[in-house]
């Protein structure tokens, strides 16, 4: 059992949250309200961006743990040896 998102993301195991997805949904619904009010959300435009590109890359159902490996990916550099 994991004790947090964290671990699960460091150790690269088990399921630390909701898909990738889902959670590009709610942003996207989030920047919709925040246009009809008139409201910047930069931060979460950047989240909702690169909750994007992991959709892009194929990993939209993965958990979103798996945004370590649009990171990695994004910085050419692997966090962990065994992937």
Known sequence: MYNSILDAIVVGAGHAGLSISYHLKDLNLT??????LGLALPF???CRELLQMGANQGLGEKDDSAL????ERMSQKRTKKDR
């Open 68 to 71: 370590q490996i649009v990171l």
């Open 31 to 36: 920047m919709d309200l925040a246009r009809e």
């Open 44 to 46: 979460t435009g950047a």
